[in-house]
């Protein structure tokens, strides 16, 4: 499962990390609910086509991609949520929806909303709709060396 190859890149770089188990959710927003997890600390991966190329953005459980500033932030010509057909053989091991936020392992650039470096630490789905791994937000940004702009709205 996709879980091992993350869960080998944390051992591997000896980052402390917990792995939940929990019943399969839809929604990021449904995952923090189900691990009693807050929204502001549950990351959500949303895949991005930024001119032609993929990408993740960062962001958390209860915001939405705004891809109008994500364009203007990155000085792209085109930006768009990417199609489920465009990226699901990028993540071969991935259950669609719950892609980790570590583009390192996918060869894609990260973007991590700002709002997200608030917090201490973060939680997101670890390859499927049943695992979350939670761990510290230096150990993640040291490793998914993410670029930080905000692009994140309520709704």
């Known amino acids: 499962m996709a879980v091992r190859a993350l869960t080998e890149l944390l051992d591997r770089n000896q980052v402390n990390y917990h792995c939940y188990n929990h019943p399969p959710t839809a929604t990021a927003a449904q995952t923090a609910q189900s691990t009693h997890i807050p929204g502001d600390h549950m990351a959500k991966t949303v895949i991005v086509s930024v001119d032609g190329e993929l990408a993740m953005a960062l962001l958390p459980a209860n915001e939405y991609v705004d891809p109008d500033r994500l364009r203007q932030a990155l000085g792209a010509r085109h930006l768009s949520l990417a199609r489920e057909d465009q990226f699901k053989d990028r993540f ?8 980790p ?21 973060l939680a997101f789905n670890a390859g499927s709709h049943t695992e979350v791994i939670k761990m510290g937000m230096g150990d993640f940004l040291k ?3 993410p670029e930080s702009i905000s692009f994140a709205m309520h709704h």
Do not use: A, H, N
Request: charged residues 25%; aromatic residues 12%.
């Open 101 to 121: 936020p570590f583009g390192t392992l996918y060869d894609m650039r990260v973007f991590i909303d700002e709002s997200l470096l608030k917090q201490d630490w």
């Open 92 to 99: 071969p091991l991935c259950e669609v929806g719950g892609e």
């Open 143 to 145: 490793l998914s060396q």
